[in-house]
Structure formats: C-alpha cells, structure tokens
C-alpha cells in the first residue's frame, strides 16, 4: 500500500474585526459597553482621546455580530494578559504615593507637573472643608463665588450661604441668577484656579498647633515649672495664655473632665505605689477634693485598701507627690490617645494653674 496522503491543514478562519483600527476597536468596546448600561468613566481619558473617541464612534454605523463578537473576543484576551496597571501621569502617583513620599517632594512635583495635575478640580473643591472655601467667597467676585455655590451640592452651597456676611450672601445669591450664560471652559478655568489655591497651603513642620504643643509640654512639666511659664506667658500674651490654660490638664481638674465610670479604667493603668504617692500628696495638700473622687469612684474594697496604704506611708516629699501626680496624668493622656476614655469639656478654665 502507499503512503497515506500528506495532511492539507485548512487555512486558518481570517478574524472579522482584521480590517479595524484600534481606535475603531475602541469605538465597538465603548458602545457595547453603554448598550449593556455600565457607566464607562471617559471623563478620566485625556481630553484628545476623549475627542478622538466621539469623533471615531460619530464615523461608524454598523456592525454585524462576527465583528462585535471578534472585537469583544480580543479585547477580553488583552484583559486577561495585562498584569499590572500605573496611574496616568504624575497627578495620579501622587494620588498612589499620598502618604508614602515626603511632603517635600510632593509638593515640588505638584509644582512642577502644573495645575491639571488636579484631573477634575471640581472634585476637590467640593470635597474642600468650609472653613477653606469661605475666605475664598468672601474674596472672589460675586459672579464667581455664584458658579462655585452653582457647583456644590445644594446643602453645601446652603450652608456656605448661611456663613457668609448677610451683604455677600446677597451679592453672590443674586449673581446665580447670571450664570446661564457662563461657559464650560469658564467654569473649567474657575474650577482650576480655586484647586490651586486651596493646595497652595504652606506645609508645617508639625502636625499639632502652639497651643497644643506648649500644653503638652506644661502638662509634663512640675508644678512649679508650669505656674512660672503660665505668669510669663500671662505677662507677653494674655490671649495665647488664655488658650494654653485651656489645653493643660493636671491632677486638680480630675473631678471636673473625667467621668466617674472611668476612674477605675484609670486606676488599673497605674502601679499602686505610684497612685499612693500620688494619694497621698494631694490629700496633703490643696488636692484633696480631688484625691476623693478618684477614692470615692473605685471598688470600695480597693479604696479602703489604698486609704489605709496611705495612712501607713506617712508624709511624701513634695516632688516624688508632684512626679507621681504627672505619671497618672501621663496614663489619662494615654488612655484618651488610645479612645479608651474621653475629657469632659470644661466651661470655664480660667483658675486652672
């Protein structure tokens, strides 16, 4: 017998969809992707794709189900295979980085990148604090203080109206009655002025303000140390001594800023010994008042235990009192930093020492 004949293999089935473009291509995967109802996000495409993408999908009118389902095929393939994606341009790695670079060297390639770094400045402009945006409206004309309000939602924009001087409020209210003229790329450039100036904030070397850190600094300092800084300060700035007093929290405001329910809280992150000490010293002296509401809001066994510890240590030096008063400070402070216990708000600091 001879051979077999040799295998013909059939040509390969040319695709449907060879005699298209990609920007065709894309045209086909957009509009199915509409027709099917998924929000397709094109505002985040540059603004010459965008364009190229309407003109692209203006210039088509049919296509039948072989070439959809080629294109659809293809396009799935290239999803499958793609790996790992990078944000488009510097705007978005700085979004990636937030947090993750200095604030240095963000702010440098902010500067260098250009305000359409902000992608659409709008989205930060209503996502801006109130108290950032309203120093702008009382500083921008009234016609563009209007298309801002015109842009925010309408309880923001209420109640940025409701902040203002009742004049501005006046002013701006009636120039939204003149923004149905106002063009697009008017409102684009506006959008990007204010994005601008709501980043042009100055970075701080500290995350906290004066006030807080010299508080803190007092808080942890001795009596004597924190009454000396306190007539000083009252001497060169009673304002700013006024808000210090307000942030210092010592033994003697205890009854005042802690809730009974979280003595015991307290009470369990100190060493006994120290408490005692710190007892001790307050009952002593002009801090009784508030030595007995720490006893007076624990375990009746633990504080009949500690008043007769007291009684048995005698007289404490005035320092170790005032060093073990600070250390149960320091575990209120820790326990607030850590949202185990809240500080009552006080009315009125004003004999605080």
């Not at 109802?37 to 296509?63: H, I, K, W």
């Not at 923001?156 to 003229?181: C, H, K, W």
């Not at 980043?199 to 009454?227: C, K, Y």
């Not at 009746?300 to 005035?318: N, P, S």
């Amino acid at each position: 017998m001879g051979a077999p004949p040799a295998r013909i293999d059939a040509p390969a089935r040319r695709s449907a969809s060879a005699h298209l473009n990609r920007a065709q291509k894309a045209a086909i995967i957009v509009r199915f992707l509409l027709n099917e109802g998924t929000d397709v996000p094109l505002t985040d495409l540059p603004e010459d794709l965008q364009a190229r993408l309407t003109t692209q999908m203006g210039s088509m009118r049919y296509v039948d189900r072989g070439t959809l389902a080629d294109v659809v095929a293809e396009f799935a393939h290239e999803l499958e295979g793609m790996g790992l994606t990078f944000p488009r341009g510097v705007a978005g790695a700085l979004t990636a980085l937030d947090g993750r670079i200095s604030p240095q060297t963000a702010m440098r390639l902010r500067k260098e990148a250009g305000v359409r770094q902000y992608g659409d400045p709008w989205t930060l402009v209503k996502t801006a604090e109130p108290g950032a945006l309203l120093p702008i409206l009382e500083g921008e004309s009234p016609e563009v203080s209007a298309v801002v309000l015109s842009k925010l939602e309408v309880a923001r924009a209420a109640d940025l109206l409701g902040r203002l001087p009742g004049p501005v409020a006046r002013r701006i209210t009636y120039a939204i009655s003149q923004t149905g003229s106002v063009s697009p790329t008017a409102v684009d450039r506006i959008g990007l002025a204010l994005a601008a100036q709501l980043h042009d904030v100055p970075e701080s070397a500290f995350t906290t303000g004066a006030v807080e850190r010299v508080g803190a600094i007092l808080n942890s300092s001795t009596s004597i140390t924190r009454d000396e800084m306190m007539e000083g300060l009252e001497e060169t700035d009673q304002d700013f001594a006024a808000l210090v007093r307000r942030a210092i929290f010592t033994f003697e405001h205890i009854p005042a800023r802690i809730r009974p329910a979280d003595i015991p809280r307290i009470v369990r992150e100190v060493e006994q010994p120290v408490l005692v000490k710190a007892l001790s010293g307050a009952l002593a002296g002009d801090l009784a008042s508030a030595a007995e509401y720490i006893l007076e809001n624990m375990g009746e066994r633990m504080a009949d235990a500690l008043r007769e510890e007291i009684t048995e240590t005698g007289t404490v030096r005035a320092r170790d009192a005032d060093t073990a008063m600070r250390e149960v400070i320091n575990a209120i402070r820790r326990l607030e930093a850590a949202e185990e216990i809240t500080l009552q708000e006080q009315e009125d600091d004003a004999g605080a020492a």
